[in-house]
Nanobody
Framework: VQLQASGGGLVQAGDSLRLSCAASGRTFSSHVMAWFRQAPGKEREFVAAIRWGTGRTYHSDHVKGRFTISRIGAENSMYLQMNSLKPEDTAVYYC???????????????WGQGTLVTVSS
């Protein structure tokens, strides 16, 4: 099973971007899928997560109200809609899978390769 993240790019502050994460294998209802990000020189941080079975979502305080995580189960795909982007959102964004909800990256066992989002001021 692999995760493939895509959709990153260079945008201006205030713009929107939508990231996608496709899973090559089946995602079970017990799984939790999440987005993390890592800015240059900083540790990887939690962005948002979604319980695959129920669709319940969690967003970090840094992105709440601006970013929205979602999934389409039939497509085995997850998305991160990012609005009102800020320069401090610049980072490599990773999608990941865990067996239970967590904001700790070590609890996720499957990772995509990352997609770079650059927000210019």
């Amino acid at each position: 099973v692999q995760l493939q993240a895509s959709g990153g790019g260079l945008v201006q502050a205030g713009d929107s971007l939508r990231l996608s994460c496709a899973a090559s294998g089946r995602t079970f209802s017990s799984h939790v899928m999440a987005w993390f990000r890592q800015a240059p020189g900083k540790e990887r941080e939690f962005v948002a997560a979604i319980r695959w079975g129920t669709g319940r979502t969690y967003h970090s305080d840094h992105v709440k109200g601006r970013f929205t995580i979602s999934r389409i189960g039939a497509e085995n795909s997850m998305y991160l809609q990012m609005n009102s982007l800020k320069p401090e959102d610049t980072a490599v964004y990773y999608c990941a899978r865990a067996n239970s909800y967590s904001q700790i990256d070590d609890d996720y066992y499957l990772w995509g390769q990352g997609t770079l989002v650059t927000v210019s001021s």
